[in-house]
Structure formats: structure tokens, C-alpha cells
């Protein structure tokens, strides 16, 4: 089904429900990242695949505002399909959209009017061109796919100026609008089953999340708490599945409460393993239908049961039962139910747990670092042979499949972290390229330099690196602006900093050298990274965005990514993940005006390409990190390789010490 057609039945059902406008995000119910193929309903209607945008249908005959250069319309007012999304995604977007239908909206860019803002102006139109006092710009969602947050800021940008949020329910739709027109084309909803995650690598029992959570829940008096990301849940319980691509995932829901604790899910398909109904039932986790747990919310709070706190408090009087709900990263079909004084709007005690590893998780972290140096030693003297010996030109689409290959001889190997972004040339620029057999698709030989970015799941740990490699000569500008790109990882893999520093203060490190000559990147510098779970994940990152104030702490892994890139040209991206260690002991007091302090200790553990390097551009303390880097990769990833073998004479000829001026 084409763009028009679809762009056709949509308004057609949007009319039904005398709907203005219909947003089509990219999330599924627990508001993931990457989400399975059933849910993928924004790439559907638009053909843009990329991870992240959120796409607005208008009716063809709304009315459209002035053009005010106050209220950052853009001067393609006329357009009825939008896509909006990030810096990552210019490039991708702009290549997938049919412009015919579809414009690009450039979130970020100062002249791009937020989604919010653009409805809103669409409201104050509609309003003000309308002759009746009821009119009302009606904007139609379906609620499990928006965040709580998203449409209480939405619905108090509309009233002002007479516009509403609609949800399908509320017009007696019970499905998606979307799923109506891609009907029997849908992807079947994911159902693989539920596996234990070891104690071993989870470092912590379900019984003992449990406490933990329990006593933050009585610190805020909250009677239930509610858990909506699928790495939430598969983290409080020590699952994991394979709903999701390259995210080690279940479709499932939590609910904890003083009294007991409830994994929600279809537990036909989920449970099929004996171990993990056992495991469960162990851990005192009881078992109740996906669909159950609105009913379930609606019904505690209503008990009327005991508050959260010790009875020797204040908070030990009878109240109403509290909801502790992060709605930032829950649906809003789940918020919409809880009624303001019964809700505690934080974010949720897994979330800290999740972010900061146990010895046992960056364990496994470190591990699955080691072996995926292997693998890409093993796959980068094949590549080299290939091109420099054989004369061959490899495909991106090859390159991908003999990279995931050297990670599937790997010990405890699962799936990739995410799908491999392997970008030739010009390719290399488009921040979250995907190769596939069509007419983008680049072959690497000697002349141009391709962006490798890959990641692996393994049981014990998540990899997530980043290289860019010339088997050629590089031209001298590449050289420096590869050369910068790597004095940033340096500067930041080498900070120190005081306890209670958001990330966001550490990304000016990062920039600085590429800054220097008047050069930028478009993405942030690092996100965290889940052990054995999802490759992006909170509460931390590394960016210019000021907004996310959470500091970083002891056991955060996080990656640091700093790069540059010039559109039709190339792409560099050097990326290592770390992991965040106290310099000395931080359960010791610190005498008063002294602050505890933290560093960063590298996980990858992958060469990076010296003859691309200009020498001169370094300092003595940086030479000295790199050659630092590279014995400890050949020491810890050569002891995993056979003498010999050309994986090891790869690795130990780029581990040479750099050659000094």
C-alpha cells in the first residue's frame, strides 16, 4: 500500500471521528525505543524507519494558520503530513519521505516549531476562522502509545484556544486506526517466552529488588508502584525474552505493593519454561493476564487500605492509597486513571537500581567486552585481507553479516544490541545508516573510509563500539578531523570530576578540539547501557541538553561517542564504553568543604586505527593514553586468541605504540 493510499483511509477514518489532526508516534505501550514490528505503525503510514519520529496527519481541508514568523511556522505551511525527528534522522528521513505527501519537520533546528507548538497554532486557526463558539480543534491519539507527560503538556497548550486531545477509546474505536488499515499485513504481536536471568549476572534475587523498592515506596507513602518499560520489568524480574530485535525484552507490565508483587503478561506463550514459573513462584511474584492491570490499578486505589509507611509515623493513619507512577515513561492510558492526589509522579526506585550495575552486572559487562574484542579482531583481519590482499570490494550488506558472524563464535552470544549501522563513504554521514540490498547500498575498498557501529547481546553482558577505518590512504583533512574526534573521547575517557555532576557538564570535553577549528556534531556524546538489557538506557547521558540533571554515579555505564561528519561525504565516530569508578572509598566520610571524586575505567576494548592519526595534533598525555588503551587490549583480548592466528597478528600489529615526532 502506498503513501497516498494510506494517507487517504487515514483522514477517511479521521472524518469518522471528526478528528482534525491524528499523531502517529514511534512507541509502543511501555514507550520503548526499539519497538517490535506489530507496533511499528509510524513507519507504516510514512515509510520513514528510522527509531525515532512521530508523525501528524491533518485533515485536507483544515485550516491552516498565518504565516508569523513569531510563531515559528514554518514556509511550507500548505503541507497536510509531517514527520518530525532528530538530528540522527535528517539525512534517513529525507531519503524515505514520498515530499510528494510528506514534510520534514527538523526537530531540534531553531525555525521548527514543536509538534506542540504547530497544533496549538493549528487550534488558534481553527478558532479563529470559525464562526461558531463550539468549534474545537480536535487532535485524536490512542492512549497507550503516548506518554502521560506528552498529553497533559498537549491538552494545556489546546484548551486556551478551544483544541482537545480525542482518544480512540472516547469515540468508541477499541483499536488503533492504524491497525485497521494495515490489516492483515500487521506483524503478528511478538510471543517468545521468558528466560531466568542467572543470579550470577543479575547479582541481585528478585526477593532482594523487592525490599529495596518496598522501602522507597514507604519513604512516599505510595501503596503501588507501577513498572512500564520492558527493561523495568526485566529487570525487577530477573527475566529476559526476545520480543523485541536486539532487546532482550518481553511484552509485560509490573506491579509491586507492601502485600505481594505481579508480572502482567500473556502467560500462554511467556511462561512456557518450568524453570521460570519456579522462579517466580520462589521469589514471591504472582502471574496475572496482560490485559489485567488497569482493572487492578482502578481496584487498589479505591481500597481504601493502610498507608505505605511504619506504623510508628505519622503516615501510619488510614489514607487513600497512593500510586507511585513514573508518567514520563508510561502511557497514558494508565495515568489517566489515577486521580492527581493519589498519584506520586517520580521517576521509579528501578530506574536508579537499573542505572548504577552491581559488582556481578559490570562483571558481565567487562566480560562481554573481552570477547567482543575477539570478535571484531577476528573480523577485521578478515576485512583487511579481503581488501588489501585480495583486491575485493566488500558490501555493507557482507560486511554486517560476517561481523554478526565472528560475535556468534563468541561464548554466551545472543543477537546484535541494535542493527549494525556499517556506512561507506558518504553513508557513513547518516548517523543511524542501515545498509540494505537497494540502491544506497556502498561497496568499501581502498578509496573510501567506512563507519562501523555495532554492538552485541550476550547473556552476561551488552557491547555497544564504534570505529571508522580506512584500508586505504585517508586525505589529510579526514586525518584531522578523525584526529579531533579522537582527542574528544580522550578528553572526556580522562576526566576526573566532584560527586553530583550531571553529564551534560562533561560533553564540552568532548567537543573542544572539534570546536577549536569551528566543527560540531549534531548527536549527544554518551547514553547509558543496560547490562544484558537494552543498548540505550536512563537515567543518564552525556549531551549539551542541560535538561537531564542526573548526576553520574559509581557503577553507570555509559558511552562516550564524540564525532564529525559531512553530508555526501563521510562520517567519524569513535566510540568506547565505560564504566564510572569512585577514586577511593566513598563509604568513608570526607573531611567537611572536601568532595569524593570519580573517573571513568574503559570497557571496549578494540584497536583504533593509528595511521589515521596526525601526531601532531597530540599532546604527550594523550600519546601516552593511546598506547595506555592499546596494551590493555592486547593484553586482555590477545590472552582470548590463538597465537598465530590472524585475529591476534591483526590485533597485536595495531597494538604497536604510536610512532612519536
Known sequence: MNTSEILEQMRSKMSQFDMDAFLVPSDDPHLSEYTAMAFRRRAFVSKFTGSAGTALILKEDVIMPELDENDLITDDIEQRALLWTDSRYFNEAGMQLDSEHWKLMKGGLKQTPTIIKYLTNLAKAKKKNSSSEEASFRVGIDPFVHSASFCKELTEALEPHGGSIVTLDEVGQSTNIVDDIWSDERPALPSSPFRVHPLEYAGMSVADK??????????????????????????????????VDCCPVGISYGAVSMEGATLYCDAESKLVDSAVQEHLKENGVTVAPY??????????????????????????TTTKPKVWLDTAHSNYA??????????????????????????????????AHIVDGVAMAEFMSWLEDEIQNKK?????????????????????????????IAGVGPNGAIIHYRAKEDE????????????????????????????????????????????????????????????????????????KALWEIGKDYGHGTGHGVGAALNVHEGPHSISPRFTN???????????????????????????????????????????????????????TLIPIQKNLIVVDLLTEQEMDWLDSYHAMVFDKVGALMEDGSPGKEWLKKMCTPIERP
Not at 525490599?211 to 523495568?232: G, N, P, V, W, Y
Not at 481496584?299 to 503516615?315: I, K
Request: aromatic share 8%; hydrophobic share 35%.
Open 549 to 603: 540533571k542526573e548526576v553520574m554515579k559509581a557503577g553507570m555505564a555509559v558511552s562516550n561517542e564524540p564525532g564529525y561528519y559531512e553530508d555526501g561525504r563521510f562520517g567519524i565516530r569513535i566510540e568506547n564504553l565505560l564504566e564510572v569508578q569512585p577514586i577511593g572509598d566513598h563509604s568513608v566520610e570526607v573531611p567537611p568543604g572536601t568532595k569524593k571524586f570519580l573517573r571513568f575505567e574503559k570497557l
Open 291 to 316: 490485559g489485567d492491570l488497569i482493572g487492578d490499578i482502578q481496584s487498589h486505589l479505591t481500597t481504601g487500605e493502610q498507608g505505605a509507611g511504619d506504623e510508628s509515623e505519622s503516615s501510619s
Open 334 to 367: 494508565i495515568s489517566r486513571i489515577i486521580p492527581k492526589e493519589q498519584l506520586h509522579n517520580k521517576q521509579n526506585a528501578v530506574t536508579p537500581m537499573k542505572g548504577c550495575k552491581n559488582e556481578a552486572e559490570m562483571e558481565g559487562m567487562r566480560r
Open 392 to 420: 575485493r570490494s566488500i558490501s555493507e550488506v557482507e560486511l554486517d553479516i560476517v561481523l554478526c558472524a565472528a560475535r556468534a563464535r563468541q561464548p554466551g552470544y545472543i543477537e546484535p544490541s541494535f542493527p549494525t
Open 210 to 243: 523487592l525490599t529495596k523498592i518496598r522501602a522507597e515506596m514507604a519513604k512516599c507513602d505510595a501503596t503501588m508502584s507501577i513498572f512500564s518499560t520492558l527493561d523495568d520489568v526485566a529487570y525487577l524480574f530477573n527475566v529476559r525474552a526476545a520480543d
Open 440 to 511: 544506497t547500498m556502498r561497496y568499501l575498498n581502498m578509496e573510501e573510509p567506512i563507519l562501523i557501529d555495532s554492538g552485541g547481546q550476550y547473556e552476561y553482558g551488552t557491547t555497544d563500539v564504534t570505529r571508522t577505518w580506512h584500508m586505504g590512504e585517508g586525505t589529510p583533512e579526514f586525518k584531522e578531523y578523525f584526529t579531533r574526534v579522537l582527542k574528544g573521547n580522550i578528553g572526556v575517557d580522562s576526566m576526573v570530576w566532584p560527586e553530583n555532576t550531571p553529564g551534560f557538564v562533561l560533553d564540552v570535553f568532548a567537543r
